[in-house]
């Protein structure tokens, strides 16, 4: 069974910060892939940032980079200079490789941004 | 057109009530999912086709009740609902459900469904 956890339930940054969410993860799978999603207040998901479990580099998309700590099964999402547009709930997942590749989601952490 | 597309918005409707949730993806994929968003609680997967063949069930009620007639569209059929089903029902697309874990979703903007 795989389980994720993000223990900030909200976060706030004041704009053009730095921001770091957490999340860690518990499975057994030798091989998975790790993601990030944002969800703005319209409901939709979107897909950020992929990280495979055997990267030897973090996934940098822009703005966006994961923080991937195998050892600690720890997958940081790190957002740079924040925007006002950032401000949203974000979502850390998990996919097994293999048969059952559906993921597994966390409860996701509340990002404000500040002007 | 936006990739995932999902209707109604918005549906508010009674316990005896019958009614259904679409969507329908213009991405060319051939997995499709179901998953409920409620307050507080972490998203709940419903059920996933694969090629139009249902291939997750996660022990939802049968007062829910999918259809996938093709790879583009899937439905979510309600009646009978209980209060406590009121939440934000998502939809998703990936590309082929290969067993690949970098399968990324592709979300539409939800329902948001009230039970009265």
């Known amino acids: 069974a795989q389980k994720i956890t993000q223990t900030q339930p909200g976060m706030f940054v004041q704009e053009k910060e730095a921001v770091t969410l957490d999340c860690t993860y518990d499975?057994?799978?030798?091989?998975?892939?790790l993601f990030w999603y944002k969800q703005p207040s319209s409901g939709e998901m979107i897909f950020l940032i992929y990280?495979?479990?055997?990267?030897?580099q973090n996934a940098t998309e822009g703005r966006y980079s994961l923080n991937f700590q195998k050892a600690r099964k720890s997958a940081n999402l790190v957002i740079s200079a924040s925007q006002l547009g950032d401000s949203a709930m974000y979502f850390c997942?998990?996919?097994?490789?293999?048969?059952?590749?559906?993921?597994?989601f966390g409860r996701g952490t509340s990002l404000i941004v500040h002007p | 057109e936006t990739g995932v597309t999902q209707t109604p918005r918005h549906l508010v409707m009674g316990m005896t009530n019958k009614k259904s949730l679409k969507c329908e993806q213009h991405?060319?994929?051939?997995?499709m999912y179901w998953y409920k968003q409620s307050a507080k609680k972490p998203l709940e997967l419903m059920f996933v086709?694969?090629?139009?063949?249902?291939?997750e069930n996660n022990s939802v009620p049968s007062r829910f009740s999918p259809e996938c007639p093709n790879s583009s569209h899937l439905f979510l059929h309600l009646h009978t609902l209980q209060p406590e089903d009121s939440a934000l029902y998502l939809c998703?697309?990936?590309?082929?459900?290969?067993?690949?874990?970098?399968?990324?979703?592709?979300f539409g903007s939800g329902t948001q469904l009230s039970v009265l």
């Open positions: 086709y694969s090629l139009e063949e249902r291939v």
């Open positions: 997942a998990m996919s097994p490789s293999g048969g059952s590749y559906i993921p597994t």
């Open positions: 998703a697309s990936s590309h082929g459900g290969q067993g690949a874990s970098n399968e990324k979703l592709f």
């Open positions: 499975t057994s799978d030798p091989s998975y892939g």
């Open positions: 990280q495979g479990s055997y990267d030897q």
């Open positions: 991405l060319g994929h051939n997995a």
